[in-house]
């Protein structure tokens, strides 16, 4: 679930500003990041996990109307490398104000410990973990169907140059969708950090699997995210328990896999 | 032709400057660069996973000269070999899409890649890298003196430019150019347009085959970060830097980025950040590469003079 909310917000970004973003991940770090100081700072677990996420939002925003916007012009091969260029940043800064070494998170103490489902033992936090992803995954999906912004987004996605012509502010729109997909990103780094620890390298892995998301999804396609995140994730879960070592290169090989048979990705968009 | 004096000089005149390994290195990455422009550049393709190849190159002909010996030409052979075959595997997958999925894709094949290396310890040493890469003699040549290494890289680097501008100037590289032009007309002409998008793909790879073989015996070492996305990364930033439009371009960007980076990492053990902040200032005010900027430092200066 975890993964979808990272494709998803991926996928908002790629699609509705149509730029490779690959500072994704690093955002993603950066929440979690936020979160330990702010757990640290304010001795609060859910002040964190309410603010760090807006924190990223903010960097997003910021990140987007300062760089980003000046280069919707540009080829990709430049947006990629000021995404690029964002995540080396970004990444080495963390290890400048955290270091280098992981850290690890406690989940607050109400969430510690497991549950008995009667035929398995599941941690607490990790179906906290589930349900808060579901959750943020259906609002988002609310908010992109239900919600009259939300359908102006996804005819940003479809046709910019239409909605611009509407009379829409599109530059808005772009920042928008960035800072919203950069607070995705940030909420699942926070999320995350209790269940991994934390470590400078987190943002890159997820990277990677976010990219895998929305290949296999679709760009804007909420469904194929969910879908494509629940089939990595339980791929992954399964290879783990026979071959550890593998558990994350399955990931590109199922990828990969799929491609082979359905080039067109699992929903066939383009 | 005065672009191929002023590389001559530059290769004579590179090893009294900086130490023979750094020199060395400009003219393995001006190589890996070439590769890249030709899908970057002449294609239209813009690959972020070319250290697939390199790395993949680099692992198999670093493992094949630690524990069977293999002679350095069979080595460089074995690494074109791979450095192709990867890119076939990968460019395969990667031609059916096109735009930002063609990038996320090379992009996470990229990953897998380097996922495999890092757990199988066993063969790359994982993190720590591939150590004890040896430089055979051959045929009296002692390419462990440096100088004749030197001058081993830099005569494969003339000969890969020489290939590929037979390639760009071959019917070949003007139907790729075609592609970049307008890949819909291409297609209407009657090419098929992926066949010959892989076909760059594999040239490519072959050539960051030959450039991962000789940083491998460069070095001694196969580094886990040769087959990572940053390395990908750099190669697209020097190729863009120097101006991936021409055929010169990479070598410029190679003489920039190997440059760069080498001063940075003395300076400061956390350089990824610099070259992140260098990466972000060439985008937001130096696009169009060296060249460009170049140009637009003349015409400000000549402004100044005039007022």
Redesign the interface.
Known sequence: MLYALMGLGLSLITGVLNIPNFAHGALFAVGAYFLVSLVNFAGNFWLGLLVAPLGVALLGLLIEYAGIRRLYAAGHDYQLLFTFGLALILNELIIVIWGPVGISQLPPAILRGGVDLGFTFYPKYRLFVMLMAGLLVLLTWLFLEKTKYGAIMRAGIENKEMVSLLGIDIHRLFTVAFALGAFLAGIAGALTAPIRGLSPGMGVDMLGIAFVVVALGGLGNLLGAIAAGLLIGVAQAVVAAYWTEASTAVIFAVMALVLLVRPQGMFGIR | MRALVLILISICLLPFIVRPAIASEIWIFAIFGLGLNLL?GYTGL?S?GQSTFFGSAAYVAGWLLKHYAINVFFALGVGVGVGALSALLVGY?CV??S???F???T???N??FY??A??WTTVTGGEDGMPGIPRPEFLGLNFKDPLVYYAFVSSLFLLSLYLMRRIVESPLGKILQAIRENELRAEAVGYNVPRFKLLAFVIGGAFSGLAGVLYAMLFGIVPLEAIS??FS?NV??AT?IGG?GSLYGPIIGSFVFIWLSESMSVMWA?W??L??????I???FF?GGVVEAWNRFWSWRSSKRAA
Do not use: C, D, K, T
């Open positions: 970057l813009l972020f997958l059916q899409r735009g930002l999925y990038i996320m894709l992009f996470a094949l990953q897998l996922f495999i890092y757990q996305f940053v990364g697209v930033f863009l991936s956390r990824p950040l070259l992140g902040v260098a990466f972000v060439v985008v937001l696009r």
